[in-house]
């Protein structure tokens, strides 16, 4: 009686679970809903980061979108114009090119042993948690602050710190995601030409005697390097000299000149680290200094 009971039990759990396997069978057939052949194509055409700089959830949800939604072809940054031309070609299309690949690079030079601090920052190692703290620990409000938010928010570990405290983007790595420039609060991350030889080192629109009181290579707008290098597409701006990327003369002799030597490889043979202590990035001066 017992073996009978027990026969039975696994006989009805047996067939209820066939008939519910038959069930979902002929739900899956009838009622599923056909995915565009088109979706799977595009996302295959996508470099698969994922890194949302779309601004949607993934390539998948970015593929999604062109096919059913029609969004633009030229969101994905990472992908530049090879992924832009195949993206074309399955929706039909005919798309104009992104232009010159972009990189991210920090402005920014002032470090340990060369920047002055107004005090010793022991909070969060965030860059905006610290820029909330009277506008960070560095006197320059316009520099690298060195806590880190760009190195957090890279989804491919392009950047790292230097042995100076400082961050630095490894172009080669760069998927030109902008994610870096976006979270940085102080502006001193920017995007530039992969090809780009010099970059202004310094983020400053002070004027060039208050940017000698906090930093030894700030910027301060004497426009040597325009009179230098003429054809190089220096331009001082608001006391910072900025470069026209789209004049291709040399650079070379305003870089020499520079008396702060500011003006820099855009590409830096620099040793890299992969992590400093929070508190070794941070070296303060005694004496407080204000901005003129």
């Known amino acids: 009686m017992l073996l009978l009971k027990v026969l039975w039990a696994f006989l ?3 067939i209820l679970g066939a008939l519910l396997g038959l069930g979902l069978a002929l739900a899956s057939r009838f009622l599923s809903v056909k995915k565009d052949k088109r979706i799977e194509r595009v996302e295959e055409a996508l470099p698969g980061i994922n890194c949302g ?3 949607f959830p993934g390539c998948e949800g970015y593929a999604a979108a062109i096919v059913t939604e029609g969004v633009e072809l030229t969101l994905c940054k990472p992908g530049g114009n090879d992924a832009l031309a195949e993206l074309a070609e399955i929706m039909g299309v005919e798309a104009e090119g992104q232009g010159e690949r972009q990189v991210a690079q920090v402005h920014c030079k002032g470090g340990r042993d060369s ?4 005090f010793s920052y022991e909070g969060i190692s965030d860059c905006n948690a610290a820029q909330q703290l009277y506008g960070g620990a560095k006197v320059c409000p316009f520099g690298c602050l060195g806590h880190g938010s760009c190195v957090k928010v890279c989804p491919v570990d392009a950047i790292a710190y230097d042995n100076n405290g400082l961050v630095w983007v490894d172009r080669d790595i760069c998927i030109s995601c902008v994610k870096c420039v976006d979270i940085c609060p102080t502006g001193v991350m920017k995007m530039i030409p992969d090809t780009a030889d010099k970059i202004v080192a310094c983020n400053s629109v002070d004027k060039g005697g208050v940017v000698r009181k906090y930093c030894k290579v700030g ?8 009179k230098s290098s003429p054809d190089g597409g220096f ?3 608001n006391f910072l000299a900025i470069i026209d990327y789209d004049k291709t003369g040399e650079r070379e002799a305003a870089a020499e000149i520079c008396p702060t ?3 820099v490889p855009a590409s830096d043979e620099e040793p890299i680290v992969e992590e400093i202590e929070a508190e070794e990035r941070v070296t303060v001066s005694q004496d407080s200094h204000e901005r003129d």
Do not use: P
Request: net charge positive; hydrophobic share 30%; with cysteine.
């Open 53 to 55: 700089a779309c601004g």
């Open 235 to 237: 331009v001082v701006e």
């Open 115 to 118: 920047a002055e601090y107004k």
């Open 261 to 263: 030597k500011c003006i």
């Open 12 to 14: 009805s759990v047996g």
């Open 219 to 226: 910027c301060i707008g004497c426009k040597r390097c325009e």
